[in-house]
């Protein structure tokens, strides 16, 4: 059962619920409750089918449109740069509404996104995961990469800021910049595996860490190799995907350049006419052009002309 709260309205609304999922969204707006119940109906689908069915255990849904409000239940954890928010251990997830957070991710992938944790952490039992197994899953889930992430990880590449995988377990005290680049590397992690391993090397991944094994006991149940060498696997594919070149005609600065290229032209173009008429000024200051053709001669008046 799932029950809506509109807060500053003191709505309460009761809805039927997959048997796999018990929440209750308390908004501030009764459109963004309804909306959120519909992106989780549909994540669970989602998830499911990737990491198995999720047991069912209590959770609490915030949408708030005071940053007050956010921090006393967010914690004092959360970075500025923070619009969402998964607490597994207190069953809570706490979102800054689309009021607050114009321009930013929009409500549905934060609520998928937010959602994905809580779903990973009931499915290993509440045991850690990586965090860059736990991130690169809620963007997964949510399907929130865009161009931005792309552009992120290539520029990575190319300055060398790339970020070993097990240092994303300090994302929330990265700035920005850097915290942009641990999720898009994380994603891209999480979706290598998928693509290397497939589901049922998820499945045991997921299992092995669940039990409460380590990571490497886990990657070598799963993959047959040690994390240290997954990060090595990754890190080729990573650098052997993004180059100067795919940075350019995967991003905006492909046509930032030809933009450049018009723009230049047309200046060079405007150059060249200026020191052509110069030249010509100079030309007509030596060759006068005020020719003496003389008098006409006056036709013979005799002469029969037809």
């Known amino acids: 059962m799932v029950r809506f709260a509109a807060v500053s309205a003191l709505l309460m609304i009761a809805w039927a619920a997959p048997a796999q999922a018990s929440y209750r969204i308390i908004a501030d707006i009764a459109a963004d409750a309804v909306y959120a119940d519909s992106v989780i109906r549909l994540t669970t689908g989602r998830l499911s089918n990737l990491i198995g069915p999720i047991p069912a255990d209590s959770l609490d849904v915030y949408i708030v449109t005071r940053i ?7 914690g004092p954890s ?5 619009a969402a928010v998964a607490i597994p251990g ?18 549905g992938e934060l609520v998928a996104h937010e959602f994905s944790h809580i779903a990973l952490a009931r499915a290993m039992h509440y045991r850690p995961a990586p965090r860059w197994l736990d991130e690169g899953l809620a963007m997964y889930a949510s399907a929130e ?3 931005e992430d792309n552009l992120a990880m290539g520029w990575a590449v190319i300055s060398g800021n790339i970020i070993p995988l097990s240092e994303i377990e300090k994302l929330n005290r990265f700035q920005g910049d850097q915290a942009e680049v641990a999720y898009s590397q994380s994603y891209l992690a999480f979706t290598y595996f998928l ?24 990657f070598v149940a799963a993959t047959g190799s040690t994390a240290g060498t ?3 696997e990754f890190s080729a594919f990573v650098h052997g995907r993004y180059n100067v070149i795919t940075l350019i005609f995967s991003s905006d600065i492909l046509w930032v350049l030809l933009a450049l290229m018009i723009v230049v032209g047309f200046i060079l173009n405007r150059l060249r ?22 008098e006409v001669e006056k036709p013979d008046e005799d002469k029969p002309w037809d």
Do not use: N
Request: aromatic letters at 18%; proline letters at 4%.
């Open 273 to 294: 006419r200026r020191k052509r008429l110069r030249e010509f000024d100079e030309y007509d200051k030596y060759h006068s052009t005020d020719f003496d053709y003389g």
């Open 78 to 82: 959360i970075p500025d740069w923070g």
């Open 90 to 107: 207190e069953y809570r997830i706490v979102i800054k509404s689309p009021l607050i957070l114009p321009g930013e991710k929009s409500l």
């Open 68 to 74: 007050k409000a956010f921090d006393s239940l967010a």
């Open 145 to 147: 990469w865009g161009w």
């Open 195 to 218: 693509d290397t391993y497939g589901r049922s090397g998820l499945a045991i991944l997921l299992y092995e860490l669940g039990s409460g094994h380590d990571l490497d006991y886990a």
């Open 230 to 232: 997954f990060e090595r």
